[in-house]
Every structure is written in C-alpha cells, then in structure tokens.
C-alpha cells in the first residue's frame, strides 16, 4: 500500500495543532561532544571528485576537503551534486567528500586540519571555538531549522508545557539546545521536571513507546513515523497518529547546516579564492537539487546512501525549504538570525561568549553570489520556489 502525504500541508499544519505560544525564559542545558574522528581513521567513507565537467581550462586542480556532519542522505545532496555535474571540476578543485557520523565531529576534524571545510550547525561550531579553535561561518546554507518534538496523539501531550512529568527522548551532542530552551520558556525545567532519555538517531524508542515524545527533524525522523505500519491495521501511521511540536514556531529557532573554516587557513588570499570557488560550485549543486528533485536523489542513492528512495526523496523536500527562498542570496547569513541563535546558545548556557561578526564573514559568500549572477546562469534566491508533493513509501523505500 501506498500512502500520500503532501509535505507542504503536513507540515505547515503541526504549529496549528500544536498551538502554544511560549514566555521567555532562561535555558539550563549541557553540550555534549562526541569523539574527534580523523578522516584517515576509517569513520565514515570518502568519496572523491567527480569528472562531468572537462578541467582543462585550469591552469592547475586544487585538492580540499569537506566533512558532513552526518552519513550520505539528502541533506547533503547540493554537495554531492556539485561533485557529480562536475560543478567542482568546473571551478578547478577536486574535492573529497568525507563522511561524518557519531564519533566524527566535523568542526573537530575542520579545526586539526584535516580538512578544508566542514558543515555543522552554529552552536556546536562556537562551543569548539570557544576550546581555542578558530573556526569562521562563511555560508550559511540552511536559513530555517527543523526540529520537532512528536508524541503520540492520544498521550495527553499538546503542547511544550505537557511534557512535565513525561519520559523526553533527546540526541544529544547539541541537538538538545533548542529543545531545552523552548521547555524552560514553557516552564519546564528538563532536569528536574522530566525524565531526559538518551535516543537513537531514528523513531524506534517512540514506536515502542518507552518515551513520551521523542526528538525529530522536519526533513528525516518525522518522515520514518510515517513511514511505519501500524500493527494494529497494517497501513501506514497517518499524521492524525502523532502530535508534532514545531520548536521553530515556538520562537526557538537556531541556525544549522552552515559551512566552516579555519580563520587562519582564510588569512592567506589565495585560500580566500579557493573558498569563494567550493562555494560556487556548491550553491550550484544546491540549486541543481532545487530544479531536478528526482534527478538529484538519483545522485544521493549513488553516493551509497543507507535510506531508500522515497525516504531521500521526502528529506530533499524538506530540506529544499530550509534553504529556499534565499532573499539575500543563496548562503548568505541572516545577521538577526545569528544573533537569536546566539542568545539561546548564551542564554542557555552552552555559550559563555556571544560570538558575532567575529565569528563569521559574509564577503565569501557575497562574492560566490555576485560571481554566479555575473556568469547569468544561475538563480540565487529562488523566490519562486515551491515544494513538491511527496509520495510516503512503506519503509521509505
């Protein structure tokens, strides 16, 4: 059986459902890191440059590196993109795409060297900055985030103020930080009030029903409920099964998916070229997966991606409106989201500086943008953007 679901209406409907507005409050959270994996260590695979594109109109290659901050999915797929049109080429880099994982930590890897780039969220790229690592945002690819908190529907639980009392699964490793702020503005202390369940990186714990509501992304676990059969009937959980808390639309939105690197590799002009050519490539590729859905979960799956088709296809759904519309330009940083990213970071404790203009730069990216609109292809906001309409797969396959 195949059930549709228009990601366009089910997801603008959770905040409707949720409907609770919260008070500011003050956020007491921990940020956990994971181990620093090397990228000669053997975590995660590397997949190196592809040759769509004829380089030879470059006087010579230049070799970099980027590490993700998770496995192969859409989430990443403009950089894949980049790599299999031939878009890196094109700007006369060979670029190795390197994995991440649980115990790969990009910023990490990003700030001993061994690697050029990294993308990892704003908050856990400052908590490693504040270690003494001189790491610099120079563009922010995802202008919006994506965290839910889901529970059952016939838990009682409605809005944040509900799970007082309640078993509240988290990720960890800084993907708590939104979550904890919009409890405490709801007032409720995660410490003392809840019962704080370490998760997987998947929905199992909320399927068995051993916590009450559980972490998720727009874009990946909400996708995997979904997804599922219910035993009881054997068709798929509907989104009427779940209540889905929007923790963005309760005022808590922190900036994520965002591209690193070390201020001191930048002092050097000739790395600042480099930068400006990776990024043009790169918004390419996010824009390629923007006008061809089908075509660049194509280019995913080939990079040896764990999840099936139609589970990479709902994610680059998703994530394609996390990034467009781009109003300043695709990769641009929004200073006022900075800012409220930073705030919730502070205010919460995982921060002990509030980092700005420091911390990241806009003129590569700025750049990157004014080079592409010269060259006439390329459209960088994406102001007509429109999501497409995802068909649910059993098992995202």
């Known amino acids: 059986m195949r059930a549709t679901h228009r990601t366009g209406t089910t997801l603008d ?10 008070a500011a409050g003050a956020v007491v959270g921990t940020f956990l890191l994971a181990g620093c994996g090397d990228m000669s260590s053997g975590g995660g695979s590397a997949s190196g440059s592809g040759s769509a594109a004829d380089s030879d109109h470059c006087e010579s290659v230049t070799e970099v590196r980027v590490v993700l901050q998770w496995v192969a999915q859409a989430q990443f797929a403009g950089y894949y993109a980049a790599q299999d049109q031939g878009l890196y080429a094109e700007q006369c880099l060979k ?38 690592a001189d790491l610099v945002n120079i563009g922010q690819v995802f202008q919006r985030g994506a965290y839910l908190q889901v529970a059952w529907a016939d838990s009682g639980i409605e809005t944040l103020a509900d799970l007082k009392g309640k078993r509240v699964g988290s990720w960890g490793y800084g993907n708590e930080l939104a979550l904890y702020a919009a409890m ?14 370490q998760q997987p990186f998947d929905m199992s714990l909320l399927l068995k029903r051993e916590v009450d509501a559980a972490q998720a992304k727009t874009y990946n676990e909400y996708a995997q409920l979904l997804e599922s059969t219910n035993p009881e009937t054997g068709e798929l959980y509907q989104p009427e099964d779940f209540v889905a808390i929007n923790i963005q639309d309760e005022g808590y939105e922190v900036l994520e998916d965002g591209i690193y690197a070390r201020g001191d590799w930048l002092e050097d002009e000739a790395n600042q070229d480099i930068a400006v050519q990776f990024l043009k490539a790169t918004y390419q590729g996010w824009e390629h997966c923007r006008d061809d859905l089908e075509g660049c979960v194509d280019i995913v799956l080939k990079n040896g991606s764990a999840l099936g088709r139609g589970h990479q296809t709902w994610m680059l759904n998703e994530v394609n409106k996390l990034i467009w519309p781009s109003p300043d330009g695709v990769g641009m940083m929004n200073a006022d989201a900075w800012e409220k990213t930073i705030d919730i970071s502070y205010d919460g404790g995982v921060l002990t500086e509030r980092h700005g203009e420091e911390a990241y730069r806009t003129d590569l990216s700025q750049r990157a943008n004014d080079e592409l609109a010269a060259e006439g292809d390329s459209d960088l906001t994406g102001e007509s953007f429109e999501a497409e309409d995802v068909t649910v797969t059993p098992g995202g396959n």
């Open 13 to 22: 409907s959770l905040a409707r459902r949720t409907g609770t507005r919260l």
């Open 184 to 197: 405490n503005g709801a007032g409720v202390n995660p410490a003392k009030d809840t019962e704080i369940i």
């Open 95 to 132: 670029v190795t795409i390197q994995e991440g994982g649980v115990n790969i930590v990009p910023q990490q890897v990003l700030s001993a060297g061994n690697a050029e780039f990294a993308v990892t969220h704003v908050t856990k790229t400052m908590a490693t900055r504040e270690q003494g």
